[in-house]
């Protein structure tokens, strides 16, 4: 009954129409930003912080809240069409979206990170209303050996990411660990990598990497070949809906996305871009053909769709009931509370019941109106793909610059992003997948601030992984993921090896 009288309230607040204008503008201006590469929730919720000084709190955090899911819906976009990812958690999302473009299915592409965004979040929602108390309870049981344990093992299910060899999968892990200590060493203060560069003391720009590695580096590619290489669909409500066996084969990796999300989100500094990586990793593992993966597998945009949004909801609980922010969009956010004298942590839920229920509220109507803004849109976002390559990629290129330049107003990422894009073109010809390396540069840095603490903590015994009962079941899952694929890639060569002893054994 409580439950039932919390959302009873929450309603009577996000129903009111300061509050509906709010977070239509919050979702509305999200999807755009998320469209844009490179631009990002950060920098769009950064300039909106200044408004909310003239609002309530409630209306406040709805509209900050709404660019930031928002915008994981509008990441998708440019990841599709045209290789860039407007976000770093839809990065993965370029894997099988733009081959699937390509293929002339960019509408039943869009259509699906429609539905799987809105599956994850309304999942990601329900946790954040029914387990609220038990997650942020759990959260607190997570301390450095677990986290490091839980990094670990999302940088060996990053391995199996690669289309290709296992072996170069893992070569782009550790490249992405070496970039991701480019910079000030945490403990010491020493600079690591940085070859007296005063740019490199942050370290690598995450946004640089991302759209220098998918973007520019597929601009190089494509300028001769793009246009004879795409194909042209007929824009209609048929063409984006996907075939049965299409949405057939999207439902368990939805529920798995949704899940692994909506736990991930819930655990402070991991968020949505760690949970959609694991959650392909995880379907890639799963499938019957993981060849399919990487050439256009609806499963590939499903599940981590699903995912990114799941945990950009339940991201939200550690920020608000603990006071702890899992990213740097969740601090701006609680900066924002604070500005308004609200303090953020355990008794926010009892002190402050009406804007904690009214956010949980006004996210189900959020996602509901980002569906019928994503929806009727497709076939217009699907009309860039009509445009002739040789026209596109110089707006591209520009879109790339600006976003780029945008998150430091440091004309120095641009040329990063450049240097990485023909790197990444090289990487591309020799058949290195970037997404192992994207990952290994987002954990990299985590797994070593984390491994350091629990290291400090314990007074250097490495032990303290194993003692601890949650840190020995993540590392025992990552050493069985370690065997299940020592013994896939046995079995796969163990199996081609017979079939070429069957084709010589035939007679001329």
């Known amino acids: ?46 300039l909106l912080l200044p408004l909310t ?26 990841s599709i069409l045209l290789n860039l990812p407007g976000t770093p958690s839809s990065a993965v999302t370029c ?30 929602l329900i946790m954040l209303t029914l387990f609220s108390p038990v997650i942020a309870e759990v959260g607190l049981k997570f301390g450095p050996a677990e ?34 200590m480019v910079g000030t060493d945490v403990n010491s203060g020493a600079a690591r990598f940085s070859f007296d560069v005063p740019e490199l003391m942050d370290g690598i720009n995450l946004v640089a990497l991302a759209m220098g590695l998918f973007g520019v ?3 190089v590619r494509n300028i001769n070949s793009a246009d004879s290489q795409r194909k042209l669909e007929n824009i209609s409500l048929k063409s984006m809906v996907p075939s049965r066996q299409e949405f057939g084969a999207t439902i368990k990796p939805m529920a798995r996305g949704s899940a692994l999300g909506a736990a991930l989100g819930a655990l402070p500094g991991v968020g949505p871009s760690i949970a959609a990586f694991m959650s392909y990793a995880i379907e890639k593992r799963v499938a019957k053909d993981p060849s399919r993966f990487g050439k256009g597998a609806v499963e590939g ?22 006071g702890i922010p899992g990213d740097a969009v969740m601090a701006v956010m ?9 303090q953020p942590g355990p008794m926010l839920i009892t002190e402050q019941p009406s804007l904690f229920w009214g956010l949980v509220v006004s996210f189900a109507i959020g996602n509901l109106m980002l569906v019928i803004l994503n929806l009727p849109t497709i076939g217009l976002w699907v009309a860039l793909l009509r445009i002739p390559f040789a026209w596109m990629y110089p707006a591209i290129l520009v879109f790339v610059a600006l976003g780029v330049y945008s998150v430091n107003n440091n004309t120095f990422d641009i040329y990063t992003v450049a240097t990485l894009g023909i790197m990444g073109y090289v990487l591309m010809v020799l058949k290195f997948e970037p997404a192992p390396l994207l990952l290994g540069y987002i954990l990299g840095p985590l797994l070593e601030e984390y491994l350091r603490r629990a290291l400090l903590i314990s007074r250097g015994d490495p032990m303290t992984f194993l003692e ?35 084709l010589r054994a035939l007679p001329d």
């Open 147 to 180: 986290f490091c344990a839980m990094m670990l093992l999302g940088l060996v299910a990053a391995s199996s990411m690669s289309a290709g060899s296992a072996v170069k999968g893992l070569c782009m892990m550790v490249f992405g660990l070496l970039l991701g």
């Open 334 to 342: 609680l900066g924002a509370l604070i500005i308004h004298g609200i």
């Open 1 to 46: 009954m409580d439950l039932f009288a919390n959302l009873w309230l929450g309603l009577q607040v996000a129903v009111e129409p300061t509050n509906l204008l709010y977070c239509f503008f919050g979702v509305f201006l999200g999807t755009v930003v998320g469209v844009l590469p490179g631009i990002g929730a950060l920098a769009a919720i950064s």
């Open 217 to 219: 580096a597929e601009v």
């Open 468 to 502: 601890r009962p949650i840190s020995a079941t993540l590392l025992a899952f990552t050493a069985l993921l370690l065997i299940w694929a020592f013994w896939s890639t046995v079995r796969s060569n163990l199996r081609a090896k017979e079939e070429l002893d069957a």
């Open 301 to 322: 945009i499903a599940a981590p769709e699903a995912s990114n949004n799941a945990a950009a909801q339940t991201a939200f609980v550690p920020s608000l009931s603990l």
């Open 95 to 124: 894997l099988d979206g733009y081959p699937m473009a390509k293929k002339g299915k960019a509408g039943v592409a869009l259509f699906v990170t429609t539905i799987a965004s809105l599956v994850g979040a309304m999942t990601g």
């Open 53 to 78: 000084y003239h609002m309530s709190p409630t209306a406040a955090i709805i509209m900050l809240a709404g660019v930031y899911y928002g915008a994981q819906y509008g990441g998708s976009t440019a």
